[in-house]
Nanobody
Framework: VQLQASGGGLVQAGGSLRVSCAAS????????AAWFRQAPGKEREFVAL????????YYADSVKGRFTISRDNAKITVYLQMDSLKPEDTAVYYC????????????????WGQGTQVTVSS
């Protein structure tokens, strides 16, 4: 599976942004998908994931209640709707797929998109 992330940008604190991850390959619907993020000088961290079988979702505590992950298997795209954004959400956001579920660590994912920058100004 090849992944292409898009939709990042600059937004003020309290605002919203939706990032997308378009996949290529007909097998995408059989993979679990997740978003990770990496801020400068920090390790890549888990943000959210969605299972392919039932659409079960998991979120990092830091984004729970503010971010929503979803997927459209017909469009082979995964979305991350980000609301009530905070400056600490500033990072490069990566999408990834895995055959494991639930997988909350980056090493469980074998396909990665190139990342999209999200910057939240205070």
């Amino acid at each position: 599976v090849q992944l292409q992330a898009s939709g990042g940008g600059l937004v003020q604190a309290g605002g919203s942004l939706r990032v997308s991850c378009a996949a290529s390959g007909s097998s995408f619907s059989n993979y679990n998908a997740a978003w990770f993020r990496q801020a400068p000088g920090k390790e890549r961290e888990f943000v959210a994931l969605i299972g392919y079988r039932r659409g079960t979702t998991y979120y990092a505590d830091s984004v729970k209640g503010r971010f929503t992950i979803s997927r459209d298997n017909a469009k082979i795209t995964v979305y991350l709707q980000m609301d009530s954004l905070k400056p600490e959400d500033t990072a490069v956001y990566y999408c990834a797929t895995s055959t494991y579920f639930p997988a909350l660590t980056a090493r469980a994912y074998n396909s990665w998109g190139q990342g999209t920058q999200v910057t939240v100004s205070s």
